[in-house]
């Protein structure tokens, strides 16, 4: 059973360029989530969706956005990059998004420098 | 929303165990617990939910208190394999799928 695939695995663009991550999540899950990680924050909410639909927002500015795809793949996009948004982007997928708690089954990240 | 977690970071030595504490200031619905070791991705330990019930590894034990709104994850007879940072993340409802993790706490096994 593949994992969760994330791509591109590193990448580097200046500021005021745009990007976007792509997460494609195991087979059958339909949930995904997207974590920011930087060193002393740990992971930060940034959205999850499910069956295309946003279910779920962090705290994170408009420039911060994301889809999901009928096949469950998801896509987040960051436009108008800062120094700041340097970090590791981490994809989650799991099962469902009903009753009970769902165990995340990470992907091993995009990490973007910004410079 | 973001749980503290406690200690930031601890070093053992093989076979001395640790507990690592997990506190939210909100009502939780469950705790789940992770490990990442360096340059990997997060994967996944156990959660325990409100009511009790509790899923996860055969090898690390841990607590939640409802009241409290207090976890810990017990490790014991540390191995060389323990070591990596360890997040808890809290759900506040059921479903939710929007863990809010704490900021980690680093842990070191030293032969």
């Known amino acids: 059973k593949a994992g969760v695939t994330q791509t591109p695995r590193y990448l580097i663009k200046t500021r005021g360029q745009q990007v976007t991550l792509s997460c494609s999540p195991i087979s059958g899950h339909r949930s995904v989530s997207w974590y920011q990680q930087t060193p002393g924050q740990g992971l930060q909410f940034l959205f999850e969706y499910f069956s295309e639909t946003q279910r779920n927002k962090g705290n994170f500015p408009g420039r911060f956005s994301g889809r999901q795809f009928s096949n469950s793949r998801s896509e987040m996009n960051v436009s108008t990059l800062e120094l700041g948004d340097s970090a590791l982007y981490l994809c989650a997928s799991s099962f469902t998004q009903g009753a009970g708690a769902n165990v995340l089954t990470f992907g091993a990240g995009s990490r973007l420098t910004v410079l | 929303q973001q749980p503290v977690q406690s200690p930031q970071a601890v070093i053992l030595r093989e076979g001395e165990d640790a507990v690592i504490n997990c506190s939210s200031s909100k009502a939780l619905y469950s705790v789940h617990w992770y490990r990442q070791k360096h340059g990997e991705a997060p994967i996944f330990l156990m959660i325990l939910l409100k009511g009790g019930e509790q899923k996860g590894h055969d090898k690390i034990s841990a607590s939640f208190n409802e009241k409290k709104q207090q976890s810990s994850l017990y490790l014991t007879a540390s191995q060389l394999s323990y070591s990596g940072t360890y997040f808890c993340?809290?759900?506040?409802?059921?479903?939710?799928?929007?863990?809010?993790f704490g900021t980690g706490t680093r842990l070191t096994v030293i032969p």
């Open positions: 993340g809290t759900e506040i409802r059921t479903g939710a799928n929007n863990l809010f």
